[in-house]
């Protein structure tokens, strides 16, 4: 054990210890007393030498921690000295100070010593907790801000720490990038615009917000402001920089940019007209060059100028409830307005505004539209849609409309109003021998006729065809007042139609008829309307055509029944209730039977047999004729085959005669249809004639005469059915492969009474001889009639005096008794 001794001078000793700067207490080993303390350690813990001299050491309140004396302790008895034992000390005070306390054995006045020195270490620790502190401060900081950071070495530039923030912006995890630098990684997007960065920082000692691109791990490429600074970390030199990650802004921006790029250009290039005004002053602040070619002014003139200054707007109104709109809702789309151009031509347009602001100011942004050209073309295509194109009078539609509208005004007014059909009679003849460009003219003329007659207030429309309609509007007065009127403006117009017309050099006079329906009294809606003066004016036809009538309750039961009987017929044909009886037509020279017609019949469930004169009519009207008409041609071919083939006839000498209704022949497939038959049912051409009638060749001569000699060239014979009681030409009849006329019962039936019929009679035979035909008279009823006939030289005839029409069986029966 050493000991340093003292022992020589004593009192410089303590002089000495009581200034040693270091706190310093004197306490003797045997009894643990103190002998001293110094000003140091009076300074230091507060403890005077009244408070301590003499006393234990652990009599005072010095350790803080009684283990921590007994631990010095044992220390400086294993080793008689201590040093750099840290312990706190207690102050008088009660406040603890941290020391590192250095204990030796010295001797004085013999006695053994301790000299125990604190040196006070607490503001140290202190520090190097505040540090510590503000170390873990700044890695939780680091560590935790939401802002990327990293931590550079400022000599190597390699990364010392990431953050998480800067993990997650650019993906690089700490091990990605720890001990590498920011060109290892490829972390800038330009490495070449590193170095000036870099020579910025140096040069200001710091980053702030400095733009600059990097590249994220997995490459993409982040805008961001860098700030960085230069800080020293447990002594080294950092750089720490943070990262602001700008790219959406940029984008934004960028964004923002391109749409006021786009804007300009739009504006610029538009080829609408738009106009920046004011919306106070309504001054135009800018307008483009379509807006120049729109109204006319360049944009010296417009701009600084007011819009009524300029008068663009040509109602007043229009601008006001635009201004008004645009108040309201903020923006006013596609509105039509009326637009002045500067040389006072007036536009249509189509207005788009918005209320903007702009530099602060309100403003409207108009957009303007020139669609002058497509309304007319609409306004065209609106008229075409409600107007006929060939007289340029409403059409179905549109008369439909106007019914419609004084339909609803009438019982408000006490009025009445009155619908007029017309139908032009035989037109279809015109067309078809005059052709279709004089039918129009006709068409034009009649159109042209009517309005001329008519008020302003009433509606000449077309309905297509032959079909016109006038509706008399505003019509008032008692029931028979108003009968008289719309009577006398009917005739009024039937006149005027009937005068003579000169179409492309020919002179024409149409008659026609007209149903007349009034209204409310027969009915309150167009359909029904259209419906009765339909229905009326099918009876002026079904009497003789050329007059006028009134729709009549009785009338509308007419036509139910002849609905009622055109689905009859319907089901008949479906059902075939329909059957064939033949009347025999005789030589009477020789009392042979040459020939039978065929005629149709109907073998009704009800009603019995009934004859084709309660049912032809509407067989034709409804086009049933044409499956009618084949099932008799059919039936007509299998009726020959089956005499054939009983050898009741002989080819030579026999041939059934087939009416063949107007709409049959017409039909296009007819001759083929014919060819068919005859073919299908095996008989020779020659025992087979089609029976048509003068009206019906000269509806269409031309076509008839082609179909009739494609009939001809098969074997097929003709014979002109009712002959007198049409036009009777000579002229045409010479054209037509005819081989036979059949003379028209009403003549016969007079013959031997009435002069007129027998001179009929005679010029018919006189006819048919000079143009080398056969001749046949039909409706022979008397003796008498069969004797004038043969008298004239016509021996041929059928009707009642040998046989009324019978069936097959009896038919047979009457050959065979011949
Ligand atoms: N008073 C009188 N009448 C006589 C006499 N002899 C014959 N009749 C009738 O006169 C009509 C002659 O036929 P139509 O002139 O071709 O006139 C026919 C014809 O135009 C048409 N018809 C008849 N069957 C057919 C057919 O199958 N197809 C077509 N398209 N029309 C037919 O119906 C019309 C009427 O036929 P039906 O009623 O059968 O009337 C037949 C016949 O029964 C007589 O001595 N005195």
Not at 301 to 325: C, F, K, M, P, V
Not at 654 to 678: K, M
Not at 722 to 736: E, I, N, P, V
Request: negative net charge; charged residues 25%.
């Amino acid at each position: 054990m050493t000991q340093r001794s003292n022992n020589e001078h004593p009192e410089s000793f303590m002089a000495l210890f009581s200034r040693m700067p270091i706190a310093s207490m004197l306490t003797r080993v045997s009894d643990s007393r103190v002998l001293a303390i110094n000003l140091a350690f009076e300074r230091l813990f507060g403890w005077t030498n009244a408070d301590v001299l003499d006393k234990s050491s652990d009599q005072i309140e010095l350790w803080s921690s009684p283990q921590q004396r007994q631990q010095l302790l044992d220390l400086f008895a294993r080793n008689s000295r201590v040093t750099q034992f840290e312990c706190q000390l207690a102050c008088r005070n009660t406040n603890l100070k941290t020391c590192l306390v250095y204990v030796e054995s010295i001797g004085i006045n013999g006695d053994v010593c301790r000299l125990s020195m604190a040196h006070d270490i607490s503001d140290r620790i202190a520090a190097e907790q505040a540090l510590k502190l503000s170390e873990t401060k700044f890695s939780l900081l680091f560590q935790q801000a939401p802002e990327p950071y990293a931590l550079f070495d400022k000599k190597t530039a390699c990364f010392i720490e990431i953050n998480q923030s800067f993990t997650e912006l650019f993906g690089f995890q700490p091990e990605d990038v720890i001990g590498k630098t920011a060109k290892d990684i490829n972390f800038w997007k330009d490495m070449d615009a590193r170095p000036a960065v870099i020579e910025k920082l140096l040069r200001e000692g710091r980053l702030r917000s400095h733009p600059a691109d990097f590249l994220t791990k997995d490459g993409r490429v982040l805008h961001c402001e860098v700030s960085s600074n230069f800080i020293e970390v447990e002594n080294h030199s950092r750089t720490l920089s943070s990262f602001k990650d700008v790219t959406a802004r940029r984008q934004a921006e960028l964004a923002l940019r391109a749409s006021e790029d786009k804007f300009v250009k739009a504006f610029k290039s538009s080829p609408d007209a738009i106009s920046i005004s004011d919306m106070a002053t309504g001054a135009f602040l800018d307008i483009n060059e379509s807006f120049t070619r729109l109204t006319g002014y360049s944009e010296a003139e417009a701009i600084g100028r007011r819009e009524n200054e300029l008068d663009i707007w040509s109602n007043s109104h229009e601008r006001r409830s635009l201004l008004q709109a645009l108040g309201r809702e903020g923006r006013v789309s596609m509105r039509e307005m009326q637009l002045n151009h500067r040389s006072g031509r007036s536009l249509i347009v189509s207005v788009s505004a918005e209320r903007v602001q702009l530099d602060g100011r309100d403003c409207i942004l108009l957009t303007c539209r020139d669609i002058t050209e497509q309304k007319l073309i609409e306004a065209r295509i609106k008229h075409q849609a409600s107007h006929d194109a060939l007289t340029d009078l409403p059409n179905r539609l549109l008369l439909h409309d106007r019914l419609q509208q004084h339909l609803g005004l009438l019982e408000r007014h006490q009025l009445h109003c009155a619908l007029m059909f017309f139908d032009l009679d035989h037109f279809k003849h015109i067309n078809d021998s005059l052709g279709h460009s004089r039918g129009d003219a006709v068409l034009q003329e009649i159109a042209t006729r009517l309005l001329d007659e008519l008020r302003k207030t009433d509606t000449v429309a077309r309905l297509g065809g032959d079909e016109f309609v006038v509706l008399l509007t505003g019509l008032k007065g008692s029931s028979t007042e108003i009968v008289r009127q719309v009577r006398n403006t009917a005739e009024k117009l039937r006149q005027a139609l009937a005068a003579p017309m000169e179409v492309e050099g020919h002179t024409l006079q149409l008659g026609c008829s007209i149903g007349i329906a009034l209204a409310p009294e027969h009915g309150d809606n167009p359909d029904d309307l259209l419906k009765r003066a339909d229905i009326a004016l099918y009876q002026v036809k079904a009497s003789g055509r050329d007059g006028i009538a009134f729709f009549e309750q009785q009338m509308q039961i007419a036509a139910s029944q002849r609905l009622t009987l055109e689905t009859d017929l319907r089901q008949a044909l479906q059902n075939e209730e329909f059957c064939l009886h033949y009347q025999p037509q005789m030589d009477a020279s020789s009392q042979r039977i040459i020939g039978a017609e065929a005629l149709i019949r109907w073998q009704h469930p009800e009603r019995g047999l009934v004859g084709p004169g309660a049912f032809m009519e509407v067989l034709e009207e409804s086009g049933q004729i044409l499956a009618a008409g084949s099932w008799v041609l059919h039936e007509g071919c299998r009726f020959i085959a089956r005499l054939l083939e009983q050898r009741r006839i002989d080819p030579q000498q026999f041939c059934l005669s087939i009416n063949i209704s107007p709409r049959q022949f017409r039909q296009s497939g007819f001759v083929d249809e014919v060819a068919a038959a005859i073919s299908q049912h095996g008989i020779p051409a020659q025992a087979l004639k089609l029976e048509i009638t003068e009206g019906m060749v000269i509806q269409n001569v031309n076509d008839t005469i082609a179909k009739m000699h494609q009939l001809r060239n098969l074997g097929i014979r003709f014979a002109i059915d009712d002959f007198g009681t049409g036009y009777s030409s000579l002229s045409y009849l010479k054209r037509l492969p005819v081989d036979l006329l059949k003379i028209d019962q009403s003549f016969i039936r007079d013959c031997t009474r009435d002069g007129n019929d027998a001179e009929i009679v005679r010029a018919i035979i006189a006819m048919a001889r000079s143009l080398n035909m056969d001749l046949i008279a039909e409706g022979v009823e008397t003796g008498q009639q069969l004797a004038f006939l043969l008298e004239q030289g016509c021996s041929n005839y059928q009707g009642y005096l040998f046989s009324p029409a019978v069936t097959e069986d009896a038919f047979c029966q009457l050959l065979a008794g011949r």
